[in-house]
């Protein structure tokens, strides 16, 4: 089955930075796209950034420029590196995968913690 871990989230001061880490299982990670959106209490769920089976990838107005998604087929993982941080960025990151071949599939992670606070 398919199956994310999630690593990296956490406490960090504002102008700190972040390393989110997914690894995925269950599926043939080289042809997906990869994502990481957020949430923050009370806020829809947000585009973060994506990075595309060939690698192209976009973010979110809000992170341009601060953040940088990255991705290591060899080790099913997607990463999101992530530079002076605001408490704005404080939410819950969530990994999403979405087939770009044969039948849509997307799949979720059950999200990590992220805390901007002084």
């Known amino acids: 089955q398919v199956q994310f871990v999630e690593s990296g989230g956490g406490l960090v001061q504002p102008g700190g930075s972040l390393r989110l880490s997914c690894a995925a299982s269950?599926?043939?990670?080289?042809?997906?796209?990869m994502g990481w959106y957020r949430q923050a209490p009370g806020k829809q769920r947000e585009l973060v950034a994506t990075?595309?089976?060939?690698?192209?990838?976009n973010y979110g107005d809000s992170v341009k420029g601060r953040f940088t998604i990255s991705r290591d087929n060899a080790k099913n993982t997607v990463y999101l590196q992530m530079d002076s941080l605001k408490p704005d960025d404080t939410a819950v990151y969530y990994c999403?995968?979405?087939?770009?071949?044969?039948?849509?599939?997307?799949?979720w992670g059950q999200g990590t913690q992220v805390t901007v606070s002084s």
């Open positions: 990075i595309s089976h060939i690698s192209s990838t």
């Open positions: 269950g599926f043939i990670f080289s042809i997906y796209a």
């Open positions: 999403h995968a979405k087939s770009v071949h044969g039948t849509p599939r997307e799949y």
